[in-house]
């Protein structure tokens, strides 16, 4: 494997992160997270910067879904094979789990940008010679939560393998170790060694993003726990500064060796600011690349209308100039080629006169995904022969209440199929490819999380892209993409300062009343007038000159990053 030692020298900023998205078929990412590292490496490619990245090769992935015919989820092994499209590392380097020495190794993933600009992407693995099985197996599925154990070590090789493997490949001039949540903290062990124990030294090199909004979400580890598997490796100082009532909570450790902090969204900034009242933090609203999420058709408008937006996305704000009658037509493509595909996997055929509703998202119970069922009988009268619904996503293998959600969601489509002739389906195995078939192909976006829970949430930013309206809580980016342009999409409920103190911000029967309320008096008439409709659809396509990873990671450069805005990472298209 050849690496050019010149961009080697000249590479600032090193991301790590759990998981990421690189391709779909690639399993290194379980959700939203991993999604935004791979759009923040493309884009980061795009412009330029000097970043390389590291992450974990897992060899059985996240894991693969099915349903059987009561709506139960079934977990297979992701088998994959793909690594003719990498390069592996020649020399492992060695670390160390309790007493015992651990070889680990990398592919090498090259993100290539616009321009030819390169990110390499390391992804390390414990699947080297050398290792006996049970190290191998380290690096096997993505959140293995077997046990804490497990968690520990994995995140070790992230953090402590991840700055050892960049130092031995001559990875020298890293002005910042960019911790993609705090899974990637232990990385201040390492440098914390490598600086002589100066721990100003370590938050000079460091920033940290966070991208969770409840105390609950935050990685905890048990203080004799971390001492049995680092030994007297673990600095005293830095297990003092990132522990809370003996237990070392990784987000702590972060954000106290780093010097620059920062949130997902703006209202996940303040929540964050509440929770953590000693730390600065900033926030920078979360973004979508653009180019990977816009669907073909919508492609070929753009590219016709403005044939440099991929480079310049503020262009997208004139949206509205879009021609009506293509605009149809696109979606009208998107929506085929959803239920096409759809048809090959589903007993029951979605309709393409109907309006589509689409929900799609981890089943991680704080999103509600059953909520628009809370009254089957009051949302079968309003969809009857207008509307339909169709789900993906999936429960964490450990999460019951999540598979419930599953089930129900299931039973509520016979309810209402056999009581109202209303559909909902139910696609087995999201991933990034169903992803870009649903965020395009229907005609509103549902999301209803708790208030306060959804950091940011990004496939709102997908649909909107692809001329699809959201229909969602006033959290995470809809908070700002809905003050941006009301005419883009719905809000259920109020925004956030709006609820009285003492108000259950999270009532599910106001919530789905408010949901049926919008959805028979506003959503199923202006889905009558096409004007009115493709209006809106313009409005939401502009959002996307904003919400995109290109400003994104510009933001992150000069704040993050402290690079200085130069010729080096603005590209031009050919
Ligand atoms: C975009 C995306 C997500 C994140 O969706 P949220 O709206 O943030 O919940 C999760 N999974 C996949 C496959 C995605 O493409």
Redesign the pocket.
């Known amino acids: 494997m050849e690496i050019d030692q010149s961009k080697v020298s000249e590479t600032k900023t090193a991301y790590i992160s759990m998981e990421i998205g690189l391709e779909s078929n690639i399993p290194t990412y379980s ?2 997270l991993g ?1 935004l590292a791979g759009d923040t490496v493309r884009s980061a490619a795009d412009l330029e910067i000097p970043m390389v990245g590291v992450c974990l090769c897992y060899s059985s992935g996240y894991f693969y879904q099915l349903f059987n015919e009561r709506g139960e989820q079934k977990e297979k092994e992701i088998e994959w094979s793909f690594f003719y499209e990498f390069d592996k590392v020649e020399k492992p380097i060695e670390m160390k789990i309790e007493d015992k020495e651990l070889k680990v190794s990398a592919w090498l993933y090259r993100v290539v940008g616009q321009s030819g600009h390169v990110v390499p992407i390391y992804l390390l693995t414990t699947e080297v010679e050398g290792n006996e099985p049970w190290k191998q197996k380290l690096t096997g599925s993505l959140y293995d939560s077997t046990s804490k154990w497990n968690r520990i070590v994995q995140e070790m090789i992230l953090g402590i393998g991840g700055v050892k493997l960049l130092n031995s490949l001559g990875y020298k001039n890293i002005d910042t170790y960019h911790m993609n949540e705090g899974h990637g903290a232990f990385s201040t062990v390492e440098l914390y060694k490598n600086l002589n124990e100066d721990l100003e030294h370590v938050k000079q090199k460091c920033a940290f993003t966070t991208h969770t909004p409840v105390p609950a979400g935050h990685d905890r580890f048990n203080q004799e726990l971390v001492r049995k598997i680092f030994q007297d490796r673990f600095p005293p100082k830095l297990l003092e500064i990132g522990s809370e009532n003996n237990e070392l909570n990784m987000t702590l450790l972060a954000m106290n060796c780093s010097r620059y902090i920062n949130a997902v969204a703006q209202k996940h900034g303040e929540t964050t600011r509440e929770m953590f009242p000693n730390h600065d933090i900033d926030a920078i609203t979360n973004g979508i690349h653009l180019p990977f999420w816009v669907s073909k058709p919508i492609k070929n408008i753009f590219d016709r209308k403005w044939p440099n937006w991929k480079a310049n996305p503020d262009v997208l704000s004139n949206a509205i100039e879009i021609d009506d009658l293509e605009l149809f037509d696109a979606h009208l493509e998107n929506k085929f080629n959803l239920i096409n595909y759809q048809k090959g996997h589903s007993w029951n055929l979605l309709d393409e006169e109907l309006i589509t509703l689409g929900f799609a ?2 089943f991680a119970t704080y999103k509600r995904a059953v909520l628009i069922f809370h009254d089957l009988d009051r949302l079968g009268e309003i969809c009857k022969g207008e509307v339909q619904f169709i789900f993906a996503g999936k429960a964490h293998p450990r999460d019951q209440a999540g598979k419930e959600y599953i089930k129900k969601i299931f039973e509520a489509g016979e309810y209402l199929y056999d009581n109202y002739g209303v559909k909902v389906v139910l696609m087995e195995n ?3 490819d169903l ?1 870009h078939m649903l965020v395009s192909g229907v005609d509103v976006w549902l ?1 209803y999380p708790e208030r306060y829970r959804e950091a940011s ?4 930013m ?1 649909a909107a892209l692809n001329g699809v309206l959201n229909f969602s809580v006033l959290d995470g980016w809809w908070i700002e993409g809905y003050k941006m342009k009301k005419e883009s999409g719905w809000a259920i409920g109020k925004f956030p300062e709006e609820y009285k103190e003492g108000e259950n911000i999270n009532d599910w029967e106001r919530d789905a009343n408010e949901i049926y309320d919008i959805l028979e008096d506003e959503i199923i008439p202006t889905y009558m007038n096409h004007d009115e409709w493709l209006f809106k659809c313009k409005n939401a396509i502009a959002l996307a000159s904003y919400f995109n990873t290109h400003r994104m990671i510009e933001e992150y450069a000069k704040r993050a990053y402290n690079l200085k805005k130069q010729k080096p990472w603005k590209y031009e298209v050919s």
Request: no cysteine.
């Open positions: 959700g939203g999604v998202r981890r999201y991933n990034i992803a999301n949430g990004t496939s709102g997908k």
